[in-house]
Every structure is written in C-alpha cells, then in structure tokens.
C-alpha cells in the first residue's frame, strides 16, 4: 500500500529530498503493521528490503552461540533498519521483533536503486546507519568474545604474586640449580680447608643448615602461591572449554533448525510448482 509523502518528509534519510522525489518514493513504498512481539523477520532469512518504524518500536536482536540473547539495537520512530540485507542480497543478521503495535515503512533494493542514482546523499546516510551499527557490533563483541584463560588470570594478579611467579619460575630453572651448587661448594671449602681466611661456620655447618631451611620454607610458599594461581587458571580454562562445548553444541542445534527450516520451505515450494504443473496439464488437456 502506497504511503503518503508527507510521511518521509519526516524520516532522516529523506528529509532533504524534494517534493517531487518524494511523491515518486512514496508511490513504491509500502506500509506495513506489525502487532506487539510480532516478529518481522528472523536470523538467516532472505531479505531485499529496509523498514523504517513510523510508528512503535523495533527490537533488533541475535543469538551467540551460547544461546543467549544480544539486543543490538531498539528502531524507535523515524529510525531505519535492514539495510545491510538489503544492499548484499545475503541473509539477514538479526532477528527483528515488535515491542509495540507499530507501523514501517517497507523499501525494496528496487526502489531505492533510482533513488540511489538521483541523490546520492541518501545513499551517504545508509552507509551511515550502517557504520553506526557497526561500531554498536565492534563494542559488544569487546566483552563476548571468548576468553582468554591467561587473560582472565592476569586481571587481578597482585605484586605478591607476579614475585611469586617469578621466583618459582627461576627456581625451577638449572641456573638456580649452579648458583646453589656454587654457594655451597665455596662455604664449605672456606670453613674446612686451609685458605688463610677463618672459619666462620666449622662443621657441622650450623648457620649454613639455617640458611638452607630457611631458603627451602620460602622457596616452598612461593611455589605453593604460584601453584594456587595455576590452579585458578586451569578452573577458568575449564569453564571457557565449558562455555565453548555449549557453543559448539547451540550452534549445531542452530544449524539442524536452519536445516529444517530449508527443507520445509523446499517442500512447500515443490508443492506449490506440482500444483501448478497439474493445473497447466489439465489446461491443455482441454
């Protein structure tokens, strides 16, 4: 149904077209109405047109692979939405449900296209929406996208503990292991054997004894610390291994829908063409 011009007068993408191209758009563009949590279309469907909400509101929403759902945006009046369906012809990226009683505004890639050649200012403020939709996509994926286990263990690491990590991770390494050796050898040689310096520690090496327990007590805490952080960050690669088995599991499930969905619309499309088969055969039997 035909809208009345006076209606896009009123809508960004057309406020500053004239009068007459108006009147020519409004002579192709449809109206639609949708009632309260109708859905306009959903994720994967074909689509070749753009809405923009008269009156009402739109709810633009898709789900990850988790199940949950993302709204990424709500089309308030005078708003557009579809557009990115309707310039590459692929499938639609989200599902499109009405929160109110409303009514849009339906464009085809048909209609737009002279439009398109006549002004190309329209075309600047689709590709506008466009980027707007974008950068709300890019700052949503900045806090769902999956986690990195290293990443997430490394928030909130104290200094303590980046000490801690770094003394274990030198302890374990056969430098240490020399510099000890070392240490020892000259203690003794220097406590027992005839250098010309004297003995500040004669066997059985009391202070050296000390000195060992207490380097092992130390060394043992700050293993035990790093080994507890290890611990929390092999329980947040569990749960992400987690999260990504139920993706792996949701997206699955999604595609068997889309499957279905598929073949049911096959089967009603050859349904419809052996109708009409039958309808012509019986035509020209007569």
Not at 158 to 168: K, N, P
Request: aromatic letters at 6%; a negative charge.
């Amino acid at each position: 149904m035909p809208c009345d011009p006076e209606m896009l007068a009123g809508v960004h993408l057309f406020e500053h077209l004239s009068p007459e191209d108006r009147a020519g758009l409004g002579a192709v563009v449809d109206r639609r109405a949708l009632a309260a949590g109708e859905t306009l279309f959903s994720t994967g469907e074909p689509g070749e047109a753009l809405y923009v909400v008269r009156t009402g509101q739109i709810e633009l929403f898709l789900k990850d692979t988790a199940g949950q759902k993302i709204v990424l945006s709500v089309a308030d009046p005078g708003d557009l939405f579809g557009e990115l369906a309707l310039l590459d012809r692929g499938a639609r990226s989200a599902t499109a449900v009405a929160l109110a009683d409303s009514e849009l505004l339906e464009l085809s890639r048909e209609d737009l296209l002279p439009l398109f050649r006549t002004s190309p200012a329209v075309a600047l403020r689709l590709l506008g929406a466009m980027a707007h939709m974008t950068r709300k996509a890019d700052d949503l994926l900045k806090v769902r996208v999956s986690r990195n286990a290293n990443v997430e263990a490394d928030v909130n690491l104290s200094g303590l503990q980046r000490v801690a990590d770094l003394i274990s991770d030198f302890s374990g390494r056969m430098p240490f292991l020399i510099l000890n050796a070392l240490w020892f050898v000259v203690w003794i040689a220097v406590n027992t054997l005839p250098l010309g310096i004297n003995a500040f520690d004669p066997y059985p090496f009391g202070l050296l004894t000390m000195i060992v327990s207490l380097e092992a007590i130390f060394l043992s805490c700050f293993v035990l610390i790093s080994q507890n952080r290890q611990a929390e960050k092999d329980r947040v690669r569990s749960d992400i291994e987690y999260d990504v088995n139920i993706k792996a599991e949701l997206e699955i499930a999604h595609l068997h829908e889309k499957i279905d969905r598929l073949n049911a619309s096959m089967l009603e499309r050859l349904a419809r063409l052996e109708k009409a088969l039958a309808a012509g055969r019986g035509t020209g039997a007569r």
